[in-house]
């Protein structure tokens, strides 16, 4: 059995979630650094949701001002919400059916 997933919010303000979790074991959890100007990097490949490509290593968040490079490919598979878009004229960003993306400012 695994635990579906954990939500913390660290005093900072950062909302972190953990996701199948294997049951039965301890986790040593530390605050993620606050990056504010996330930028796409494509390291991986086109999915917004891979940390890997992303220029702070996290998925950016409701803090984050993302900025999509020129030539770059975004694919997104999930519900989005950040604080600031910055869509360059010659990159592409799908959003998939049934998912949202939110920004906040």
């Known amino acids: 059995t695994m635990i579906d997933s954990v939500i913390i919010q660290?005093?900072?303000?950062i909302i972190q979630s953990?996701?199948?979790?294997e049951r039965n074991q301890f986790l040593n959890i530390t605050e993620p650094n606050l990056c504010i100007?996330?930028?796409?990097?494509?390291?991986a490949d086109m999915?917004?949701?891979d940390p890997d490509n992303w220029s702070c290593g996290l998925?950016?968040?409701?803090?984050?001002?993302?900025?999509?490079?020129d030539g770059s490919v975004v694919i997104i598979n999930?519900?989005?919400t950040i604080k600031k878009l910055k869509l360059f004229?010659?990159?592409?960003?799908?959003?998939?059916s049934n998912y949202k993306l939110t920004v906040l400012h």
Do not use: C, Q, R
């Open 78 to 80: 999930s519900n989005v």
């Open 89 to 96: 004229p010659a990159s592409k960003l799908t959003l998939n």
């Open 18 to 21: 953990l996701t199948n979790i």
């Open 59 to 69: 998925v950016p968040d409701t803090y984050s001002n993302v900025v999509i490079p």
């Open 47 to 49: 999915n917004w949701e």
């Open 10 to 13: 660290w005093p900072s303000g």
């Open 37 to 43: 100007n996330n930028t796409w990097t494509g390291n």
